[in-house]
């Protein structure tokens, strides 16, 4: 679990299956991501989250608000997607519901998740991805400090031929020269 001044990142539980299903179904959160997803799919997402946390210790973790207990969304870290440039490497991703954004919560859990990368894992660097289109994602990449890959560009393969959602983008973020890995255990 880390905590910081305003939110909770933790493992998912099942209380978070209706609000992250709702996400699933809200156009303004899937405008980016593709189709809206069934609760089966938002279930499935969430069971493949709980595989990975408990195989390596994180994933893209649920947000809690700490002053409510409210579910905001996910972010974290997780392995990079097969069949993607970023596959072999940490990717740090978010998604939080709409009636949540621009109120620097994904900054705030983005930061912390980074922080939690730097201080457990041995990679030196974090990278994430998002559509051209997403200015939002992007420039949240822009101001946790990370760096556009153009060269690594790609028509992401579980995204139809044809779509204006096939096209994505890297960002990348090296490891401080001032933080080493200090947790010997993960």
Known sequence: MIETERLILRPWQDRDRVPFAAMGQDALV?????PLQSRTETDAAIDRMIELQVALNHC??????????????????KPGPDRTPIAGGIEIG??????HWRQGYAREAAQASLEWGW???I?????????????????????????RQPALDFDHPGV?????????????IDRPANRHFINQKA
């Open 123 to 147: 990679d030196t660097a974090i990278l994430a991805m998002t559509v051209a289109a997403n200015a939002a994602s992007w420039g949240l990449m822009d101001r946790l400090g990370m760096y």
């Open 160 to 172: 139809p031929e044809g779509s204006p959602l096939r096209r994505h983008m890297i960002y990348r």
């Open 60 to 77: 893209f973790w649920a947000i809690e608000r700490r002053v409510d207990a409210a579910f905001l969304g996910f972010c974290g870290l």
């Open 119 to 121: 201080e457990n894992l």
């Open 94 to 99: 978010w998604r939080l519901a709409s009636a």
């Open 30 to 34: 899937m405008r980016y991501l593709g």
